[in-house]
């Protein structure tokens, strides 16, 4: 256990690599029988093999890795299943261009004119009747094979996975933890959270900030939460943890994301952080909105079939509307028209203000649970972004009640209103719809802090996550019994 513990990283990054291999081989090797050049090393070969490798290593990245023991099993399969689809399509694509033009039009067209020799005049054959041949007897037919690679490759990243972790926490004992808190309401939602990890963290304090033996329980543990705690102590405690080689998972207020996302500079000889640059350039939003306008255009024309049968299935189910409006707010404050497919009942607001969706909310119809459960409600906010009055990302958008109800606890709400709200953001794929105010501002400040059009590209292709959160579209819900009890007993058992 000693010697695995040294080595951890060697064998986790062994691990990783070797399951990319076993990938690249199950691809390549099915796909040799149909391109014969992938048995040799030339142009095509290493090409294909090349765009495997970068893709898959970069779709993976971007899908949050494979982080054993960091993750849970159900998470680090959902990234590499999706950024091994990404890299086989793309590897796809480029074999068979490779390959077309390997081999070249003049031996398609030597035999095109061979079959066609009876005829008085030769005529030598367009180039698209030769990509016309190539698609229909090559490419078609390879759509099989596809499949059949990606089932394979999903059952290899499932045992990869699933042996990798175990393996992870068999040899890894639970981290001995204690949070930090000011408040106990603060406290419940953390700890529920924390719980879902049982065989990363296992909660053995709850210590309220100023309580005289607070030190002695953080030389007893290996991991320390600080929760929302004030300045002054929280930074004599992290030295404390830092001193004695501790664990810190900090939960981050509005100062620590803007600090987070400053750059260092040195005045003279002092090294100071700065946070200057709020907005984006001229450069940066004409990108953006022409990026804006292109995705919509390609997405509402992709999609219009599902739009024509969600429509169908909300009409034939109650006759009511299809489409639902709703007041939201978007950059400095401005009021648009949020378009959804309605997935509730006629007049779901009439009557309950200010109310949010809950869990098996019964004012959801059946075709509405389908809807929001694969976000499919949230097509039509596409002509939302054609039009200007949402960027594809960015915070999502509020209800007016909501951002003044928000307000009045949490003044600093508003400022998601600093840049344009999106149809997705790095709060949607990273929360769900119960997550609270204050984890969505964390979320959406870290995005304005550090946009870059290589970020909304990340964001984009990690909104595909979503559709395999099975809670990600999960309303709002109290903290469970078990939870409440449990901290209740940590808590008597300080007194």
């Not at 494979?66 to 796809?92: C, P």
């Not at 068979?96 to 008085?120: G, P, R, T, V, W």
């Not at 393996?167 to 700890?191: D, G, Q």
């Amino acid at each position: 256990m000693k010697f695995f513990k040294k080595f951890e990283k060697s064998f986790i990054f062994i691990a990783k690599l070797t399951m990319f291999l076993i990938l690249a081989m199950i691809f390549f090797a099915f796909f040799s029988k149909i391109v014969p050049q992938l048995k040799k090393i030339n142009r095509t070969s290493i090409i294909s093999v090349c765009a495997f490798f970068v893709t898959i290593y970069a779709a993976i990245k971007i899908y949050g890795g494979f982080l054993v023991g960091k993750k849970h099993t159900s998470d680090i399969k959902n990234s590499a299943i999706l950024g091994t689809l990404i890299a086989d399509i793309i590897t796809f694509i480029t074999l068979h261009i490779m390959n077309a033009s390997s081999i070249k039009y003049y031996e398609f067209a030597a035999k095109y004119i061979e079959q066609k020799q009876d005829l008085e005049e030769i005529i030598q054959p367009k180039f698209s009747v030769f990509i016309g041949s190539y698609f229909k007897n090559i490419v078609i037919p390879s759509f099989l094979i596809f499949l059949i690679i990606f089932i394979i490759q999903i059952i290899i990243i499932w045992l990869f996975s699933t042996f990798s972790n175990a393996l992870y926490f068999k040899l890894n004992k639970p981290e001995k933890t204690m949070i930090i808190y000011k408040k106990t309401k603060e406290l419940a939602i953390l700890v529920s959270k924390i719980r879902k990890s049982p065989f990363r963290w296992e909660i053995v304090d709850l210590v309220k900030y100023n309580s005289k033996d607070i030190l002695t329980k953080i030389e007893k543990n290996d991991s320390v939460f600080f929760l929302n705690i004030p300045k002054n102590q929280r930074t004599f405690l992290l030295k404390y943890c830092y001193k004695y080689g501790k664990n810190i998972y900090l939960c981050p207020d509005v100062c620590d994301v803007i600090i987070y996302s400053s750059t260092s500079l040195t005045v003279d000889d002092t090294t100071v952080f700065s946070s200057t640059d709020y907005n984006l350039s001229l450069e940066q939003l004409f990108i953006k909105r022409f990026g804006d306008i292109i995705f919509s255009t390609i997405a509402i024309i992709l999609t219009s079939p599902i739009f024509l049968i969600s429509a169908i299935a909300i009409k034939l189910y109650d006759k009511g509307p299809i489409i639902f409006k709703q007041k939201r707010l978007t950059y400095k404050g401005k009021e648009f028209n949020l378009l959804k497919f309605r997935s509730m009942i006629v007049d779901a607001d009439k009557g309950i203000e200010n109310t949010m969706a809950t869990e098996n909310d019964k004012r959801i119809t059946p075709v509405g649970k389908i809807l929001r459960r694969f976000r499919i409600d949230e097509l039509p906010q596409f002509f939302n972004i054609l039009k200007g009055d949402l960027s594809v990302v960015g915070p999502r958008p509020e209800r007016i009640e909501h951002v003044k109800k928000f307000e009045e606890i949490l003044p600093e709400f508003r400022y998601r209103l600093k840049v344009k709200a999106g149809l997705t953001g790095l709060a949607q794929i990273m929360s769900k719809y119960n997550t609270t105010p204050e984890d969505k501002l964390t979320l959406d400040l870290s995005y304005i802090q550090k946009y870059s059009l290589w970020l909304d590209l990340k964001i984009i292709l990690g909104t595909l996550m979503v559709f395999l959160k099975s809670d990600s579209t999960e309303g709002a819900k109290n903290i469970d019994e078990k939870t409440i009890k449990f901290i209740n007993k940590k808590l008597k058992n300080l007194d």
